[in-house]
């Protein structure tokens, strides 16, 4: 890139820090760290001149970047599992090994399965009066892709994107969350040892290096995160015009039908909440069963959790909180939910007192809650669930309108009228019956939300196209063949107004 290109680039993002020292993320003012954002402004460069000399790698480039990156996390994935666990406090292992390597591993292996398939052209049908031209649709690399990730599943929702991006035949810039600094250190130091900075670039660093992260022009940006944080990284890329994908979070409910059993929706249910301790996005955040079956489900969801963890939450067997702001902030919910008259049942006969220390909640139940309580309205993001009871779906639809556009939606019934009279009323960005999380980690389904949750989808096929140019190609015949638009050249006589009464009426 030329000197003077990059400082057009400097100087237009100059004005952006100095515009966003007003709309700060966390509304509050940090000292820039000019080394790190020096960085993240040469890096960017570097890619984009990079792309420039190269703007469509070949497939074998982009299969060899990919095997790379499944090397990479397969070759360390003990190292990887220990940093998270590092991170948490207590990271179960299981729960590390299912949902970040092999989730990640996953997601790569069906990228290479289907890479030469989703860089094919897709052909596209042309009118007969235009033949024989051709059209398709190529899907074109866009240029130098941003990845903002979150703490709650670090490692894979940085390379699940990361490797759709890779694919596409993009350029990456990745910035971890700063509340998983052992994780995003080592994945740093592993990429910077087998991929060139200018082909992929993973960054840590705190709030003020997200900020001016979320500044640079990308030719498109992936977040996952909070839908307040969400709506200040899409206004700093639209002062770009960069294409933003957003993964956000948002209340997913729970709804079980009448005559579906309690026993095998609280198993079901209560894994889902359990998993990574309920720091999940697409994790069941409140739950609806019939008014008659709730001493039944209760009984249920407190036989799941003693049978999931026999030994109690204290050992190596059950996730800690991130963090004690986290930790705090869930056991508010429970506390003000005590004050204002609704009845809180953990699940395990468990200290709680001791379990503070170590940033760990039990799984618990708040029944019933009221809508002065907090917990009505906040994402719990954490093993606790609020338990409605209901007489008629149709109140279903109503409280679940109070908190729209949820994430996921989860309906546990063999009716499919019941199924149809849920999922056609609640605009959800993902829906899954009879069992919750697993619609996340299928790669050949799209996954994104709605509305408040999100805008964009990825995984799948999806994916690939989100970091695409879908680029419209039409064809025409050579020199001296005959095409109908010939008909309608100038100048325009009796064959012409012939044609256009024909092409009115025309398919």
């Given at each position: 890139m030329s000197a003077y290109k990059q400082h057009v680039f400097k100087d237009k993002l100059n004005r952006q820090e100095s515009e966003l020292a007003q709309e700060s993320i966390t509304n509050v003012l940090h000292p820039i760290d000019?080394?790190?954002?020096?960085?993240?402004?040469s890096t960017f460069f570097a890619q984009k001149e990079a792309f420039d000399l190269n703007p469509h790698p070949d497939f074998k480039a982009r299969l060899a970047n990919l095997n790379t990156l499944y090397r990479l996390i397969d070759d360390n994935a003990d190292k990887l599992v220990g940093a998270l666990n590092k991170d948490f406090g207590c990271r179960v292992r299981e729960e590390s090994e299912i949902a970040e390597i092999i989730g990640s591993l996953s997601s790569i292996r069906y990228l290479k399965t289907?890479?030469?398939?989703?860089?094919?052209?897709d052909k596209r049908r042309i009118s007969v009066w235009f033949q024989p031209a051709k059209g398709e649709v190529v899907l074109r690399p866009l240029g130098v892709v941003?990845?903002?990730?979150?703490?709650?599943y670090t490692l894979h929702l940085t390379i699940a994107p990361?490797?759709?991006?890779?694919?596409?035949?993009?350029?990456?810039?990745?910035?971890?969350?700063?509340?998983?600094?052992?994780?995003?250190?080592?994945?740093?130091?592993?990429?910077?040892?087998?991929?060139?900075?200018d082909t992929l670039s993973i960054f840590d660093g705190g709030v003020d290096v997200a900020q001016a992260f979320s500044n640079l022009p990308f030719n498109h940006l992936l977040f996952t995160g909070s839908t307040n944080v969400g709506r200040e990284i899409a206004k700093a890329a639209a002062k770009n015009l960069t294409p933003v994908t957003l993964e956000l979070s948002g209340k997913s409910p729970v709804v079980i039908g009448k005559y579906y059993s309690m026993e095998e929706a609280a198993n079901r249910v209560v894994w889902g909440k359990c998993f990574n301790s309920g720091q999940t996005c697409v994790a069941p955040d409140y739950i609806f069963v019939p008014r008659d079956k709730l001493l039944e489900f209760t009984r249920a969801a407190r036989v799941a959790a003693n049978r999931y963890f026999p030994d109690g939450i204290d050992q190596e067997s059950y996730t800690s909180i991130i963090n004690k702001h986290h930790s705090q902030r869930i056991n508010s919910l429970i506390e003000d939910a005590k004050v204002n008259g609704v009845e809180v049942l953990p699940l395990l006969d468990v200290d709680t007192c001791k379990l503070l220390e170590k940033n760990k909640i039990p799984p618990t139940l708040v029944l019933q809650p009221n809508k002065n309580c907090k917990i009505f309205e906040e994402e719990v993001f954490g093993p606790v669930l609020p338990v409605f009871v209901y007489d008629d779906l149709s109140d279903v639809i109503d409280v679940i309108r109070l908190n729209s556009d949820p994430l996921a939606l989860y309906i546990f019934s063999k009716h499919e009228d019941e199924i149809n009279y849920i999922s056609n009323r609640v605009n959800a960005g993902n829906v899954a019956i009879n069992d919750t999380l697993l619609e996340y980690i299928q790669n050949d389904l799209p996954f994104g939300g709605v509305g408040k949750s999100g805008s964009g989808k990825y995984h799948g096929k999806e994916g690939f196209e989100a970091f695409s140019n879908k680029q419209a190609t039409f064809i025409q015949s050579g020199p001296g063949s005959f095409t109908g638009t010939k008909l309608l050249y100038p100048p325009y006589g009796k064959i012409a107004h012939l044609m256009l009464k024909i092409l009115r009426r025309w398919p």
């Open positions: 000019e080394h790190q954002i020096n960085g993240l402004e289907n890479l030469k398939k989703f860089m094919r052209p941003g990845v903002i990730a979150p703490w709650n990361v490797a759709a991006a890779l694919a596409a035949g993009n350029r990456v810039m990745a910035k971890m969350s700063e509340l998983t600094p052992h994780t995003a250190s080592l994945l740093k130091r592993l990429v910077s040892e087998a991929f060139p900075s």
